[in-house]
C-alpha cells in the first residue's frame, strides 16, 4: 500500500508565497511522475503541474512563472514552490503519483491540502 502525504497548505495573502510538500511511503512501489493538481469549490480538479522522474516539468498556463515544481527521487517527494499568489489559486491541492503499485501500474491520490489567497 502507498500512501501520499501533503503539507504546507494555509492562508496566505494575494502576492505572498507558499510551498507544499508532498511524500510517498509504503512498500513495493515505483513512481514514475509525480504532480500536483487543484480543485476549487464548484470545479473540477484540474492539472497544476507535473514532473517525470527524469525532471521533466509540465504547467497548467494559469500558473506558469509562478509556481515552480521540483523532485527528490531518493526521498520519493515532491514541492510546490508557489509565489505571486491570487485569489484565484484558492483551491484544494492534490498530490499525484502513478507508477508501478505492487506490480501494477496505477496511480494513487493523496488526501489534499487547503490553500487559501485572501487578504
Known amino acids: 500500500q502507498v500512501q501520499l502525504v501533503e503539507s504546507g497548505g494555509g492562508l496566505v495573502q494575494p502576492g505572498g508565497s507558499l510551498r507544499l510538500s508532498c511524500a510517498a511511503s509504503?512498500?513495493?512501489?515505483?513512481?514514475?511522475?509525480m504532480g500536483w493538481y487543484r480543485q476549487a469549490p464548484g470545479k473540477q480538479r484540474e492539472l497544476v503541474a507535473t514532473i517525470t522522474r527524469g525532471g521533466l516539468t509540465d504547467y497548467a498556463d494559469s500558473v506558469k512563472g509562478r509556481f515552480t515544481i521540483s523532485r527528490d527521487n531518493a526521498e520519493n517527494r515532491i514541492y510546490l514552490q508557489m509565489n505571486s499568489l491570487k485569489p484565484e489559486d484558492t483551491a484544494v491541492y492534490y498530490c499525484?503519483?502513478?507508477?508501478?503499485?505492487?506490480?501494477?501500474?496505477?496511480?494513487?491520490w493523496g488526501q489534499g491540502t487547503q490553500v487559501t489567497v485572501s487578504s
Open positions: 509504503g512498500s513495493s512501489f515505483s513512481i514514475s511522475t
Open positions: 499525484n503519483a502513478d507508477g508501478l503499485f505492487g506490480g501494477t501500474w496505477g496511480d494513487v
